[in-house]
Nanobody, 127 residues
């Protein structure tokens, strides 16, 4: 079955960095667009970054552009999120997700377009 397992979260001071990983299994990873979302308590799930099946056309939420970088290693079935210059408002549970259709990019921002989700990893940024 499809599994997405995030890791790499933790507690960091403002201005610091973290690298999140999402290990995928149970499907042909190199065929699917992947996304990162985040959710803070009492808020809706929010798009952070997305990348297509070959690692092309990365896209980011405006609030993380220039600070976060999404990448993937199809040989390792893993998608990454490098987060630099972290701010307290980045505090959230970060989740990776897989799009429903193979070889389909489209817009990355809609959570409804993703059919599989990981459990998430907590990122806490202290001021």
């Amino acid at each position: 079955q499809v599994q997405l397992v995030e890791s790499g979260g933790g507690l960091v001071q403002a201005g610091g960095s973290l690298r999140l990983s999402c290990a995928a299994s149970g499907f042909s990873f190199s065929m699917y667009t992947m996304g990162w979302f985040r959710q803070a308590p009492g808020t809706e799930r929010e798009f952070v970054a997305g990348v297509n099946w070959s690692g092309g056309y990365p896209d980011y939420a405006d609030c993380v552009k220039g600070r976060f970088t999404i990448s993937r290693d199809n040989a390792k079935n893993t998608v990454y999120l490098q987060m630099n210059t972290l701010k307290p408002e980045d505090t959230a549970v970060y989740l990776c997700a897989r799009k429903a259709r193979a070889y389909y990019g489209g817009t990355y921002t809609r959570a409804l377009d993703y059919t599989y989700w990981g459990q998430g990893t907590q990122v806490t940024v202290s001021s």
